[in-house]
């Protein structure tokens, strides 16, 4: 089959590499219909992930056909179109027992993390991937939802919901800052509706994107390169400032900007990836009794957010910007990687 295959520091190429085969009982075999690119692949390609190592094939998302199933495997059959969840889970360990999927301790790779797709083993940018503990990690897609809208639910989606809206502890009436308007903070736009706030404002230096976050579901916008930006937040809420700001682009700027607006006895939710040291001035905080939060995603909630979409209860289509077929997946890179230039979201690339 063909894969896209990480080869070292900014170096990837789709190539030719063995079809995958069935290792452990409880893997299943899935032809890949639709996946795509997520800002967590480019940093692998930068070599920021070190744990990737040479010879790896990429990804994490995606939406595929099961071609092969293990034998202890009883509840899934070759034929099932399924969605792809970026963590894995064996269902059995006491962290997949609370649901904490993220942390499972039977992961293949590194036991204590389940993102192991395009990370630790090989992943779903390629013809055919093999997928670990396949019933307890892959979900039936049903007719209703596209292969497209189901790739979302792979990791944007619960991403944004979990650790942005549920983290973040939204509940009706709360005004909702999100700073960031990539994939991942208009995910969190996309599904924070669910739990009525009465204001949400997206954050983001990049007007084209505030504006699809207004498409989502975002009530107001501010582009934070304007000066009085917190003042602008400010004026939305009754000037004590937000009840809830969610972090969703990684920087320490953006972290503090979240300490910024958040009222007192307000909620911080961190869903950034940090690559660097973050200061957290806990002896100006503590007065103000902040929470904050962060972590990775476990997709427990995966199942909730596929009915809410089959539902149209989160709206999806303004996530995806272009569309590739599998074997353009280098040309969906680049424009994936020039986001301000091509003003790319999400790529979706089908097979
Ligand atoms: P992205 O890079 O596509 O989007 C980031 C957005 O932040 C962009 O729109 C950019 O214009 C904006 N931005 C940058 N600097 C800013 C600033 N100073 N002020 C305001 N806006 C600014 O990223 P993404 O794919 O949406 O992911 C967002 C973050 O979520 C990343 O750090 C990613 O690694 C992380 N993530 C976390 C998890 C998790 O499990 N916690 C899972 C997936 C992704
Ligand atoms: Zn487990």
Redesign the pocket.
Known sequence: MKALVYKGPNQKSWEDVPDPVIKEPTDIIVKIDTTTI???DL?ILKGDVPAVTRGRILGHEGVGTITEVGAAVTTLKVGDQIILS?VSACGHCGYCKQGVF?HCLAAEGAPGIG?IFGHLIDGTQAEYVRVPFGETSVYLLPEEVSPQQGTLLS??LP?GH??GVRYGQVKAGDVVAV?????????VIATVGLYGPSKVIS????SN?TEKAKALGATDAVV??DKDWKQQVLALTDGLGVDVAIE????P??FA?CLDIVRPAGHVA?????GKPVELPLQELWISNINIS????NTNTLDILLKMVAQKKIVTEDFVSHTFNLAEIVEAYDVFSR??ETKA?KVMINA
Request: charged content about 10%.
């Open positions: 997520c800002g967590t940093h970026c993220s993102w990791d944007i991403t979990e650790i700073i960031g308007a990539g994939p991942v903070g208009l995910a954050i983001d230096l990049d994107r934070s390169s969703a682009v990684g920087i700027q953006t900007m961190n869903v950034g990836v940090h962060m972590g990775l995603v986001a301000a979201l």
